[in-house]
């Protein structure tokens, strides 16, 4: 028979990093869930990705046990890194902060390709370049695209 989901917590932590301080204490608290149980799971799996911001959805059931899914790094940090900027434009129209190839944009959309919201890799790289350009961030070469 299956649990009774109690609720559902996203958090946005550092791989390797998590701990019972703000904003992870608080959010899994209010929920019941043990802390430092938690803490110590997230820290084990992710030590291979440490430093990296990682999404992850906490599944919290009505007996307090949890179960974790760490997503994929989100694709702004991805650009960040592959464009080696502090961060991106606070004009992203007007001033451009630095620039990445099609190549790069094409391995952001493969590693993030199982989180987001499209079925063609095509799609995926579309959705990346446009977060690029909101960021300030230009995509050099050409298009592989036919438009």
């Not at 958090?11 to 938690?38: D, E, T």
């Not at 009505?62 to 650009?79: E, G, H, R, T, Y």
């Not at 961060?87 to 790069?104: I, L, N, T």
């Not at 094409?106 to 095509?122: G, H, P, R, S, V």
Request: positive net charge; aromatic residues 6%; charged residues 20%.
């Amino acid at each position: 028979m299956a649990k009774e989901i109690a609720g559902l917590i996203k958090l946005q932590i550092k791989g390797g990093a998590a701990n019972p301080s703000p904003p992870v204490g608080p959010a899994l608290g209010s929920k019941g869930v043990n802390i430092m149980q938690f803490c110590k799971q997230f820290n084990g799996r992710t030590q291979d990705m440490a430093g990296k911001v990682l999404p992850v959805v906490i599944t919290v059931y009505a007996d307090k046990s949890f179960d974790f899914v760490i997503k994929q790094p989100p694709v702004a940090v991805q650009l960040i890194d592959a464009a080696k900027v502090k961060k991106g434009s606070a004009e992203p129209h007007v001033s451009k902060v630095g620039s990445v190839s099609w190549d790069q944009v094409k391995e952001i959309a493969e590693t993030k390709m199982a989180d987001m919201n499209c079925f063609t890799l095509e799609a995926a790289m579309k959705m990346v370049a446009g977060t690029a350009r909101s960021m300030g961030i230009t995509v050099t070469g050409t298009s592989p695209f036919n438009n």
